[in-house]
């Protein structure tokens, strides 16, 4: 039998909840932790020392056989890990869940290639994703996540009930002109359904309310998912209604945001870019629909008759209690062990 490990971390924020999720899915699945207990100090320093500590820590203790599970990126140490689990005569696993080279450039498309290169097996965060990665050269056994699982013992709360023609779709995260200045020019347009806006509006500047946008403020995750009254949830970034554009725009041609899995929960069906990575799941699911320009969603929302929304919602509670369950990380790995033929 192998041993499945991962590197607890020191998490600085509460928007690391994908990774935390992912974590006590593996300490679920009998996983062992090689690095120190996961702990939550905001100092830089501090989360530095405590890092290095814990890849330390894991180095001391690989053995042979082993199977460690990495959360890609891991700054600084990945590479090592995987040539420090490779002497061990262990495997190195990457779950993707940022590309350096899209959002953020912090690498060419190359140097990314060549570093995932250094795992004996790579997740995708979805099949878009993973087909990308082979596109480029990437020459290592690949899976895809698809969704990220959400772990809450919250309940989402009983939504007033969806009426045609008058829509309420939720728009939640931190609110930056580089990331959602679209909103803006939704301001300007007439919409026939609201959009309550969850976040902080002093990071958009020039955000208010209108007849039909409505400011609630930044909400705690687990109150949004047990209250949020809504009909659905929005994935769109970008600085324009007509496509998603711009870095993080056009990184949703590629990712699977949490954002989605963050809506699902709360019992929310989704509306997605139909160029994202995400429309294909969400058509092919159910679980919501999707749009190649913010123009669109008037007619859409116009057309859909409430048996139509009420069939999305069973789908949406199926696919919730996946999320709950961590099915979309069990499957992930169990098709990784088929690939690496490990047992744990």
């Known amino acids: 039998m192998n041993r499945l490990c991962y590197i607890s971390r020191n998490y600085r924020s509460s928007g690391n909840k994908a990774k935390i999720d992912i974590e006590d899915l593996l300490q679920d699945?009998?996983?062992?932790?090689?690095?120190?207990?996961?702990?939550?100090?905001?100092?830089k320093v501090i989360t530095f020392l405590l890092d290095l500590a814990g890849v330390v820590r894991c180095c001391l203790q690989l053995k042979k056989g082993d199977v460690l599970f990495l959360q890609y990126p891991v700054k600084k140490y990945f590479s090592f890990l995987c040539r420090a689990a490779h002497l061990h005569q262990a495997k190195a696993v990457a779950l993707i869940h940022d590309l350096g080279s899209f959002r953020r450039k912090k690498l060419t498309v190359q140097g990314e290639i060549e570093r995932l290169s250094h795992a004996d097996y790579v997740i995708a965060s979805n099949q878009v994703m993973q087909q990308w990665l082979i596109e480029q050269g990437l020459q290592r056994p690949t899976g895809a996540l698809e969704l990220f699982d959400y772990l809450t013992p919250t309940v989402h709360g009983t939504h007033t009930p969806y009426r045609q023609g008058h829509a309420r779709v939720v728009y939640a995260g931190a609110l930056a002109k580089r990331k959602n200045s679209f909103i803006l020019q939704l301001m300007s347009t007439d919409m026939n359904y609201e959009l309550h806006i969850y976040g902080k509006k002093e990071g958009l500047p020039g955000l208010h309310e209108t007849d039909s946008i409505k400011l609630r403020g930044f909400a705690p995750a687990e109150e949004f998912v047990a209250k949020v009254d809504a009909d659905f949830g929005l994935v769109w970034d970008g600085d324009s209604v007509d496509s998603c554009t711009g870095n993080f725009g056009e990184y949703l041609r590629y990712n699977s945001p949490h954002k989605a899995s963050f809506y699902l929960r709360a019992g929310l069906p989704v509306i997605v870019w139909s160029q994202s990575a995400l429309a294909t799941v969400v058509d092919r699911e159910g679980i919501g629909f999707s749009i190649s320009s913010m123009h669109e969603l008037n007619a859409r929302l116009s057309s859909l008759s409430p048996s139509l929304y009420e069939n999305m919602v069973h789908h949406v509670e199926r696919i919730q209690a996946r999320l709950r369950?961590?099915?979309?990380?069990?499957?992930?790995?169990?098709?990784?062990q088929q690939s690496l033929d490990v047992r744990f």
């Open 325 to 336: 369950d961590g099915s979309f990380l069990r499957q992930s790995i169990l098709a990784m």
């Open 29 to 43: 699945m009998g996983a062992t932790n090689l690095g120190l207990k996961r702990s939550h100090y905001n100092s």
